[in-house]
């Protein structure tokens, strides 16, 4: 097999809005790479948010198989908090370890959940998931004092993007995309890598903070707004940085551009567990003055069937007899439940009174395998057009404000992709590309074929759409 160099562009959040449907003229670059390439949308995960949808690029298996349902997971069967996932929680290989084993080198710097740093033959700086430059969070350590030197200003993430300080916000995310990039730029030009792989926060920041000036459809849109090419500029700026990363990388080598999820219009939250209060699923005997996250200790968990955890989607568990500590819900009744549950929240109907189209789904019927403690249903509210609201006591289940900060996007299902470089088929656009084929496809860029595993396939060779 022919061998090229690979560098991936990771844009988090992008959708095709942004990048596949820009104006021409408008991203030169990426537009550049889409005429000689293969471009369109990219599916995510179930669910489509960061982790766990790095971690299942990067390893080509889904969330089941590893085990990461969101951010934050169930690690016994107690009641909440959940713990937030890390690095240690991906038992499957990276792909970069996997090429580290094969006598390849590579550069990793942004990608999510690769905090705490393991050790492969490259070089790593971790994503916002870690620490970031108060901590361990480079290989190896040593790296950490050369970014102090290159990029002094890095930053993992900008703090508190869910804010109405909106200067503040924009200035930061373009503070710290230009440090990433320069930090990329450098570590480009002074180390000997097979593949380089780069994750870009700023893009999904600029969403959260930023879509409802840039989208008429947004129900705050306000026409004329100084912000309201603030996402678009963003991305120019973004296509600026390409560019750069272009120069520096060797002529033959296959460029892949893929966001984890895209984005979306949020309309508002649905508070899930007051929802389930007014269903009689959930028995309070305290609620809190003002809404607050669900504690354990308000709960009866004597009558209680059901309870919810909010976030990009619902997550609903079953309060099992012999499972959960106070449980009441026997094995017989468990099937039963989770049909019930399931039609009323296919049934739930918006503030206006108009059908949302809801979904709710059993890990079990989504993933290869189902490992850790999964939510018995994920839950998509209409379209991901609603976010779950995680905390009770809500007076209405409809928030049209985030109950965890101002935001103006959900995630949606679909990301996007360009590839380009030696081994593409003829261009233009390609329907059907799954995350888990971006590890195969740099198996396969790099003259190796798909590793035992991994779900998805290379999509090099493979035909445009007709």
């Known amino acids: 097999m022919a061998s090229s160099p690979v560098l991936v562009i990771g844009l988090d959040g992008a959708p095709e809005r942004y990048v596949l449907e820009a104006p021409p003229g408008a991203l030169p670059n990426l537009q550049a790479l889409m005429a000689r390439g293969l471009w ?17 690029m990067s390893t080509s298996r889904d969330p089941g198989q590893l085990g990461l349902y969101g951010f934050r997971n169930r690690t016994d069967f107690s009641y909440p908090p959940m713990e937030r996932a890390d690095a240690s929680w991906i038992h499957a290989p990276r792909v970069w370890e996997i090429l580290s084993d094969m006598g390849h080198r590579s550069v990793v710097l942004g990608v999510p959940l690769t905090y705490p740093v393991r050790a492969f033959d490259g070089w790593l700086v971790s ?31 900008v703090p508190d993007f869910r804010t109405d300080d909106k200067e503040r916000l924009l200035s930061q995310i373009y503070r710290m995309t230009d440090e990433r990039f320069k930090l990329a730029v450098h570590l480009m030009r002074t180390r000997p890598w097979d593949l380089f792989w780069l994750v870009e926060m700023g893009s999904d920041r600029m969403h959260h903070g930023f879509w409802r000036y840039g989208d008429p459809d947004h129900r705050l849109h306000q026409p004329g707004h100084p912000y309201e090419h603030a996402i678009a500029d963003y991305y120019r700026h973004l296509d600026g940085w390409v560019g750069e990363l272009l120069q520096v990388a060797p ?139 995680g905390t009770v006591g809500h007076r209405d289940i409809y928030l049209l404000e985030n109950d965890t900060g101002p935001d103006d996007a959900n995630h949606s299902q679909e990301g996007i992709f360009v590839l380009a470089g030696p081994g593409v088929a003829a261009p233009g656009r390609y329907e059907g590309a799954s995350l888990l084929d971006v590890a195969p496809t740099i198996m396969a860029a790099l ?17 445009r759409c007709p």
Not at 142 to 151: P, S, T
């Open 127 to 157: 994503s916002f998931l870690g620490p970031g430059p108060a901590g361990d969070y480079t290989h190896p350590a040593g790296l950490a004092d050369e970014i102090r030197q290159v990029a002094p200003g890095y930053m993992v993430d």
């Open 251 to 389: 002529d033959d080598a296959t460029v892949f551009v893929v966001s984890d999820h895209g984005a979306k219009t949020l309309t508002g939250a649905i508070s899930m567990n007051d929802w389930l209060r007014r269903e009689g699923y959930l028995v309070m005997k305290h609620l809190p003055d003002v809404p607050a996250p669900l504690d354990p200790a308000w709960v009866d968990w004597s009558r209680t069937r059901l309870w919810a955890e909010g976030g990009y989607y619902a997550r609903i568990f079953v309060n099992g007899l012999g499972r959960e500590p106070m449980g009441i819900v026997p094995s017989s009744e468990y099937e039963s439940l989770l049909d019930d549950v399931s039609s009323r929240l296919v049934a739930l109907r918006d503030h206006e009174r108009r059908p949302m189209a809801s979904r709710a789904m059993r890990p079990a019927d989504l993933y290869r395998e189902v490992r850790g403690i999964a939510p018995d249903l994920i839950v998509y509210l209409g379209d991901l057009d609603w976010r779950s609201a």
């Open 40 to 56: 369109g949308p990219l599916t995510s995960t179930i669910p489509p948010i960061t982790c766990p949808a790095w971690a299942c």
């Open 447 to 463: 003259g190796h074929g798909k590793v035992e595993g991994m779900l998805g396939e290379s999509l090099e060779g493979r035909p």
